[in-house]
């Protein structure tokens, strides 16, 4: 499988469209990048929610990094309930994707 990234700033796109290079007034947009899906090892930090076209979802940032990754609200119960939560989780994450959207879970380890 693979899933969209915003050529950018490196970060998982939660609905493949054009990404802008956010500098107002440059014009610059592009298509997304398409990667192919490896679970990785990473610091994330949790920074809010955001809403898409169809649900809202969870946003969390890379440490020491401006890359950000969407996770469905489903999966941030998962991880709640699994006791694990905390501002920031350290471990082994999937992306997955869901209808047309992409989110990231973590992993059963």
Known sequence: MKAPYNPFTASLMHYPERAWDGVIG?????????????????DLTFTGFQRGRSAAY?????????STYPMFLTDL???????????????L?????RGQNYGIRLTET
């Open 77 to 91: 119960e998962a991880l709640i309930l699994s006791g694990k939560m905390s501002l920031t989780v350290s471990g």
């Open 58 to 66: 969870a946003i969390w940032q890379k440490q020491y990094d401006v």
């Open 26 to 42: 440059s014009g610059r947009t592009s298509e997304p990048t398409w990667v192919d899906v490896d679970p990785f090892m990473a």
């Open 93 to 97: 994450w999937l992306v997955k994707k």
